[in-house]
């Protein structure tokens, strides 16, 4: 079964528990995801979801990673090293 960039971004719009900043961070990481030839996981970046979603502050960045991966949209796995990007996996 293919996975769609509209079914993810129907299933977090339709969540009234989430704010324009959750829809941002993860739209972005839908974005990296389609351009990863849709596997999970897929390696990210600090600077490029802060970029695509538009977020100036990286406690604002992880904040919301955090509650992404709360409400079950995401897994993240961080990299400490700075050389190497996260891993995330959208969840369906």
């Not at 941002?24 to 990296?32: D, F, K, N, P, R």
């Not at 990863?36 to 600077?47: A, D, E, G, I, L």
């Not at 538009?54 to 960045?61: C, D």
Request: aromatic share 12%; proline share 3%.
């Amino acid at each position: 079964m293919e996975r769609s960039i509209s079914k993810y971004l129907t299933k977090i719009l339709k969540d009234n528990g989430v704010k324009v900043w959750h829809v941002g961070t993860y739209l972005a990481l839908v974005l990296i995801w389609d351009r990863n030839r849709k596997s999970s996981p897929f390696q990210v970046t600090r600077k490029l979801i802060m970029q695509l979603a538009m977020t100036r502050s990286s406690a604002t960045y992880h904040k919301y990673l955090k509650e992404l991966e709360v409400l079950g949209y995401i897994h993240y796995q961080p990299s400490f090293h700075p050389k190497q990007g996260s891993k995330v996996w959208l969840l369906d």
